[in-house]
């Protein structure tokens, strides 16, 4: 049996930590700043955690498990 290739969009979206958890970054920091509060950008500067229903698609999709 062949290795699991993995899919480069989503290798540019997600990352797994040490625990298996997957991080990724927000959307909605492109443009249309002045739009948006600033404490609703500065929660966006921070990582966030996958839910656990999407987390095993998205290691299948990086080639892990």
Do not use: C, D, Q
């Given at each position: 049996m062949?290795?699991?290739?993995t899919?480069s969009?989503?290798?540019?979206?997600?990352?797994l930590?040490?625990?298996?958890?997957v991080?990724?970054?927000?959307?909605?920091?492109?443009?249309?700043?002045?739009?948006?509060?600033?404490?609703?950008?500065?929660?966006?500067?921070k990582a966030?955690?996958?839910?656990?229903?999407?987390?095993?698609?998205?290691?299948t999709?990086?080639?892990?498990?």
């Amino acid at each position: 049996m062949g290795k699991i290739k993995t899919h480069s969009a989503t290798a540019k979206r997600f990352t797994l930590t040490k625990s298996g958890k997957v991080k990724l970054s927000h959307s909605n920091r492109r443009h249309k700043l002045g739009l948006k509060t600033t404490k609703r950008k500065r929660a966006l500067r921070k990582a966030g955690i996958l839910s656990e229903s999407f987390a095993p698609a998205v290691k299948t999709l990086l080639g892990k498990k």
